[in-house]
């Protein structure tokens, strides 16, 4: 009997931040996520991450999607923008001010270097501002309040995790200085409004996740399933990404370029279906992926 869409509720994603065009190692993300989901006859859905607009490449989120329907990557519903949802995230923030989970902060980058804690993700914010702002001190960012006892979850490739917020993070930022809103706090309303029930992604971002748990918790959101997949890294352990300048994508051969994301996945295509059309690859793409042979690693060496 196959599902229908009520019967069936898995739903996952893909959400490129438009920094510039699709890789090998944003594609593995792309691939992970969209089989993840139609191997389990689930929905796809496609995300375009751009809040922040310094950081942005003009025309970068159309060649994406160019790209992923190039690689025959339907994406069901439209296409969510981060930048329209800035109503969505103020209410977020109210939700959070309202319980008084955050509190303003007056500290530069210089300040907060100077004073905190090394931890292993990046500096912990040693909670300066945490009781008010010191006379005459003008806010800046706006932080969460981080307490209590570990955030637990278990990634379906990299196993459970347990994470001490308060002395592995620190009090998080959800409004930047600049006054955008942060990451964490998007990417949990839009986690939220879309529905996804499984978030598949690189494990670059396994770091985040306890800080969008702590999120979804506080603003009464369910808490979805994780599978952080390997980080393709260059010959000197360094991710691929536009800033290590990984090659475009090119759309004139997207199957043996498939394959090589399929393979690196711990699936096992066979050596002919590199010469398959599109849709014949993802026929036996979706029917032959098996998550537990994705390597358990948080990076491999992009091939
Ligand atoms: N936009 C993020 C990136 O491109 C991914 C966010 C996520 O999957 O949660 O790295």
Known sequence: ?????????????????????????????????????????????VRIEDLDAPRQVPGAADRILRTLEAFGMAWDDPVMYQSTRKEAYEAALQRLRS????????????EIADSSIGGPVAAIYP???????????????LRVRVDGPAVAFEDRVQGRLSHFLGSESGDFVVRRADGLFAYQLAVVVDDGEQGITEVVRGADLLDSTPRQIHLQRLLGLPTPQYLHLPVAVDARGEKLSKQTRAAPLGS??????????????????????????????????VAHWRAGRIPRVRALAAP
């Open 252 to 285: 004139a051969r997207p199957v043996p370029l498939l394959a090589g994301a399929l393979a690196f996945l711990g699936q096992r295509p066979p050596a002919e279906l590199a010469g398959a059309e599109v849709d014949e690859f993802w026929r036996w793409a």
């Open 1 to 45: 009997m196959s599902l229908t869409k009520t019967e069936n509720t898995y739903c996952g994603r893909f959400a490129p931040s438009p920094t510039g065009p699709l890789h090998f190692g944003s594609l593995v993300a792309a691939v992970g996520s969209f089989l993840s989901a139609r191997s389990r006859g689930g929905q796809w859905l």
């Open 127 to 141: 909670g300066t501002c945490r009781r008010g702002l010191a006379p005459g001190r003008l806010p800046r960012a």
């Open 99 to 110: 319980q008084g989970a955050v509190y303003a902060c007056g500290c530069t980058r210089r």
